[in-house]
């Protein structure tokens, strides 16, 4: 029996029963899509589901309000997609890269190419599947846009030979052909030294007993520089943000149109061609002063029963009139907090008669 029984992660094919029907969860490696699977996503929600692709806070896809019959449907589409390559590992292909990485100046090292190897891989590793459906990969390319993102098993670029892998605040200098291979000897080990715990953090010691069974020491001190990747134009690449992370079927359209393959981001925003025109006409973001830049939201009603409020619509209604001082935003539904993001933010949450903000009623 698989150690994460009573995990509770959605997925393809264990599928989250919410208010407004089911959610599924599509994990996307690397955050890499073909503009022929963007389109089969985008059918999906279409005629499954509630017509919205919804980008998560790991670089996923979610679609929501799926019918009964919608789960079977959607895993035959996947599959058929190149998006579902591994049952028993589809709940686990939680990889996370740099998603400008190989545009522009600031990416150290490609490492694009070794989350597809990485994904691969983990594919090919049966006891892999017993990962929990929380448990996080990140490739860094240098530029540090993932170190706030706490992954269990992470890699940041030092130069084009080398890269630090870290399990928390210090790493270990490794060679580009090794990082696959000790990514997954690390969640190995992790399985090895767990009890029920989801996180390496979460269990005492943890980055310590993994690090011993790996044979290494992580010795070296991780780069202090890091930076937040926001819309607009960065070399050859434009990142355009997804007001609310949810893309309604003209705006995945539009983005179908761009080009042969767009990249999704755990910002809720998604990488395209710098030379990419139209997307303002549909609603996307392309430039850095939006007032939607760093918003982001729960599912809130009608979608989720726990939520006292219908946080979408009231953040549609009240974003333009806040002022955050270019912090972020997270609207939550209730004290759960769902989708929120890491580092800091200004904290939205319902209570039922109205909000508070940063604990403080409005």
């Known amino acids: 029996m698989a150690r994460t029984e009573g995990d509770r992660c959605p997925g393809v094919l264990a599928v989250h029963q919410a208010a407004d029907g089911g959610l599924a969860r599509v994990r996307v490696p690397g955050g890499r899509l073909t503009s022929e699977q963007v389109d089969v996503l985008r059918l999906a929600a279409a005629e499954l589901g509630d017509g919205r692709l919804e980008l998560t806070s790991r670089g996923n896809i979610q679609i ?66 017993d990962l929990p459906g929380r448990f996080l990969f990140a490739l860094d390319d240098g530029r540090g846009d993932l170190a706030e993102l706490q992954a269990d098993v992470a890699v940041r670029a030092l130069d084009e030979r080398s890269a630090l892998l870290s399990l928390g605040a210090r790493g270990v200098r490794v060679e580009w052909d090794q990082v696959p291979e000790l990514m997954l000897a690390a969640a190995e080990a992790f399985l090895e030294v767990r009890d029920q715990e989801w996180r390496i953090a979460e269990v005492v010691g943890g980055a310590e007993r993994v690090l011993e069974r790996l044979g290494v020491q992580a010795d070296e001190a991780l780069p202090a520089e890091s930076t937040r990747v926001t819309a607009g134009r960065h070399g050859a690449a434009l990142v355009v943000t997804v007001p609310l992370g949810s893309l309604t079927q003209e705006q995945a359209a539009a983005l179908v149109r761009s080009d042969d393959e767009v990249r999704i981001t755990p910002w809720r925003s998604v990488v395209v061609p710098a030379a990419t025109a139209g997307l303002e006409d549909v609603g ?29 619509a009231d953040a549609a209604r009240l974003v333009p009139e806040m002022r955050r001082d270019g912090r972020r935003v997270h609207w939550s539904g209730c004290e759960r907090r769902c989708g929120k993001p890491s580092g800091a933010y200004v904290d939205v949450q319902a209570v039922g008669d109205g909000y508070l903000v940063d604990g403080k009623r409005v």
Do not use: M
Not at 82 to 109: C, F, M, T, W
Not at 284 to 293: A, K, M, N, Q, R
């Open 64 to 129: 929501r309000a799926l019918r009964a019959d919608g789960p079977r449907q959607l895993s035959d589409r996947l599959f058929a997609a190149g998006l579902l390559p591994s049952i028993a590992h589809e709940r686990v292909r939680n990889i996370l890269a740099s998603p400008l990485s190989g545009l522009d100046q600031q990416s150290k090292y490609d490492v694009i190419p070794v989350a597809a190897a990485l994904d691969q891989a983990l594919c090919d590793r049966p006891a892999l599947a």
């Open 284 to 312: 996307l973001i392309t430039t850095p002063d939006s007032v939607w830049e760093g918003v982001t939201a729960c599912a809130g009603r009608p979608g989720c029963a726990k939520s006292l409020a219908d946080v979408r």
